[in-house]
């Protein structure tokens, strides 16, 4: 039976292209994206609305992945984005509204989806980062932070759920 594959952020860049390789060598991928219209021309078993920063979104997206396939036995939380400038020219709301992409949303995801997974007993995680999220750079900083804390969240994570059969990559 072919793994099931929930990826998050498919609609461009490694979302895309990971649902891609996944889907020819055999997964059975469940691919998301704020616009699933965006997915129209991806190869995918399941293509599903995705907004990391909604619960409601998160939640259905999970349960139907479910429904339809049966089970996740891996979730990639690749959706997020970077804001490039100075710490002290980038406001309160765009570092806000970027973690709760970066960050919240992977919690958001991993909250939702590793039930299933300890009930299955085995399941992987692979949280996509970034170098910056170990060095950071001039005008990267907020950025680098929502690296930083992805890190630290799949360090936690890793010893949190290795009990229960689930692996977390970074």
Do not use: W
Request: glycine share 8%.
């Amino acid at each position: 039976m072919a793994q099931v594959v929930l990826i998050t952020g498919c609609s461009t860049g490694i979302g895309r292209d990971l649902a891609q390789r996944l889907t020819r060598s055999g997964y059975t991928v469940a691919a998301t994206a704020r616009r699933v219209e965006d997915l129209d021309d991806l190869a995918a078993a399941l293509k599903l609305p995705l907004d990391v920063t909604k619960q409601d979104s998160v939640d259905a997206a999970v349960a139907h992945t479910v429904e339809q396939l049966g089970r996740i036995d891996v979730l990639v939380n690749n959706a997020g984005y970077a804001l490039f400038g100075a710490v002290e020219e980038i406001s309160d709301e765009q570092v806000h509204a970027m973690f709760d992409v970066n960050v919240h949303g992977v919690l958001r995801m991993v909250r939702a989806v590793v039930p299933h997974m300890r009930r299955q007993k085995s399941g992987r995680i692979v949280n996509i980062s970034s170098i910056v999220g170990k060095l950071a750079v001039p005008v990267n900083g907020p950025y680098s932070a929502s690296k930083f804390a992805l890190e630290a969240l799949s360090d936690a994570l890793r010893l949190e759920l290795a009990p229960f059969g689930i692996r977390v990559v970074l």
